[in-house]
């Protein structure tokens, strides 16, 4: 996956907006002020920090461990980093890259889910 189609992803969900709150270099995709993708889209490697589910993250982890490792400057237990431009089929940085998206979503209170499903 190219830095533009990991942007494009990211900027293809609902309310999403890429922010650079910590320096030019650092893309910050949130959904309503909630963090849910990290990265530097001109580092090579091209790696993205991403929420996940703990127990998923430990199964990733192990069966990919030299692309998904433990979130970098991340709490660890529920945040990885992923290194999309490596061997990681595109299908599976895509799946991560939304069920990120979807853990954040569901922490958000009712009335601001809600409004992300209105058209």
């Not at 190219?2 to 990211?10: A, D, F, H, I, N």
């Not at 609902?14 to 993708?37: D, I, M, Q, R």
Request: a negative charge; charged letters at 30%.
């Amino acid at each position: 996956m190219t830095p533009q189609e990991l942007r494009t992803l990211c900027l293809s969900f609902n309310a999403t907006v890429e922010e650079f709150p910590f320096n030019p270099e650092t893309s910050v995709f949130k959904v309503l002020g909630k963090l849910f993708a990290l990265t530097d889209l001109d580092a090579r490697p091209l790696k993205v920090n991403l929420k996940c589910d703990p127990e998923d993250a430990i199964r990733l982890r192990a069966e990919h461990p030299d692309l998904i490792v433990p979130g970098w400057h991340m709490n660890k237990r529920h945040w990885n980093t992923v290194t999309v431009d490596g061997d990681l089929p595109d299908h599976l940085v895509r799946e991560l890259v939304e069920d990120s998206y979807d853990l954040v979503v569901a922490g958000l209170p009712r009335a601001d889910r809600l409004r992300l499903d209105r058209p």
